[in-house]
């Protein structure tokens, strides 16, 4: 049961605390940026991937001398570095792979990164997108389970087919139960759990599953 780690270049104030998953990560993979990002970090770059457009000379030669697989792509090209590594990482035979960096920059990147998780699932390996403040996950229609995370208490169920057919959620404040919910329908946003834990069913379509907490920044009172 192998898990992989790919890091993007994306902002780095939306990275969660990688050494959380030092433990869970058997194999780490930096596209472009996101090589260097994981040096910062302290963890050992196993892949680096990309066209290293978004670097200088100096630190692309720094990742060459740490990471134990290293290759440059032209900067013109059909796919993109995430899914240069995305595919890569379907060579090591993963059950599990997390995408740190692929949110919170350009907006196009960020859909198409949560667009790879239908190529992850279709292949029968979890694909977990993870930030500072989101957890996205893809799914197929079946019967699952889902884990409270008091880092991310919030829980949203989004279409990611026109049509979601007969969802339940069952141990969530929110019930439901055999409900068709559409794109556009707010119905599923912003639920919680009641316990530990849940399951969520559902018959036809593709769901995006959303853990997340809210980014919430109150003012420092003045002082008098």
């Known amino acids: 049961m192998v898990t992989i780690g790919i890091v993007g270049n994306g902002p780095e104030d939306m990275l969660p605390d990688l050494s959380l998953y030092k433990q869970k990560v058997d194999i780490w993979i930096g596209a472009d940026r996101g090589a260097l990002i994981l ?3 302290g963890i050992s770059v196993d892949y680096a991937l990309g066209d290293f457009d978004s670097i200088n000379k100096q630190e692309k030669q720094k990742i060459k001398n740490a990471a134990t697989f290293y290759q440059q792509y032209p900067i013109e090209k059909d796919q993109t570095d995430i899914e240069i590594t995305i ?6 035979d993963p059950s599990c792979i997390y995408l740190f960096g692929v949110t919170g920059g350009r907006l196009d990147h960020e859909l198409i990164n ?3 998780l239908h190529s992850i ?6 694909g977990i997108i993870i930030d500072q403040y989101n957890q996205l996950e893809l799914t197929m229609p079946g019967h ?4 409270q995370d008091d880092t991310y208490p919030n829980i949203s169920f989004v279409p990611f087919t026109q049509t979601v057919k007969q969802l339940t959620l069952a141990g969530f404040y ?8 559409s794109w556009g329908s707010t119905l599923c946003i912003s639920n919680k759990l009641l316990s530990n834990s849940g399951n969520y069913s559902y018959v036809d379509g593709i769901l995006l599953t959303i853990k997340s907490r809210d980014n919430i920044s109150y003012p420092i009172p003045k002082m008098m």
Do not use: S
């Not at 595919?87 to 090591?92: G, P, V």
């Open 174 to 181: 929110y019930p439901l139960h055999n409900q068709d919910i």
């Open 114 to 116: 949560i667009q790879l």
């Open 87 to 92: 595919l890569k990482a379907f060579e090591l």
């Open 121 to 126: 699932v279709g292949r029968k390996i979890r």
């Open 144 to 147: 699952h389970k889902i884990e």
């Open 39 to 41: 040096l910062k970090k």
